[in-house]
């Protein structure tokens, strides 16, 4: 059983900057059996993909949006995964959640919602003046 946890969400001014936290509770494996996900909803929109992190952490991917502004990052020794998000914009305002999934590949990273079997609650973003 996998328990996802995420905080750090909040109300930042444009152009500010926050860092999510992913805390992963795991019984069998350890989190570095998981790729971890990080998505993003925004009222009447679809969930969307925001950045993802392999199992060994060298592989990343992020969605075109995010264009150098943030960055996933993971700790396994403390079962934590990173987003890092600066100069943030009204139109990143979401609920940010993250997602496990135990894959096989050390390396490999997955940026589609269905990859993921276990997910974490989500942290509000708020972006504003």
């Known amino acids: 059983q996998v328990q996802l946890v995420e905080s750090g969400g909040g109300l930042v001014q444009p152009g500010g900057s926050l860092r999510l936290s992913c805390a992963v509770s795991?019984?069998?494996?350890?989190?570095?059996?998981?790729?971890v996900g990080w998505f993003r909803q925004a009222p009447g929109k679809e969930r969307e993909f925001v950045a993802s992190?392999?199992?060994?952490?060298?592989?990343?991917s992020y969605a075109d949006f995010v264009e150098g502004r943030f960055t996933i990052s993971r700790d396994n020794g403390k079962n934590t995964v990173y987003l890092q998000m600066n100069s943030l914009k009204p139109e990143d305002a979401a609920v940010y959640s993250c997602?496990?999934?135990?894959?096989?590949?050390?390396?490999?990273?997955?940026?589609?919602?269905?990859?993921?079997?276990?997910w974490g609650q989500g942290t509000q973003i708020t972006v504003s003046s």
């Open positions: 992190i392999s199992r060994n952490g060298d592989g990343t």
């Open positions: 795991v019984s069998r494996l350890t989190l570095d059996h998981y790729a």
């Open positions: 997602a496990a999934y135990a894959s096989l590949y050390r390396d490999a990273y997955f940026n589609t919602a269905g990859a993921y079997n276990d």
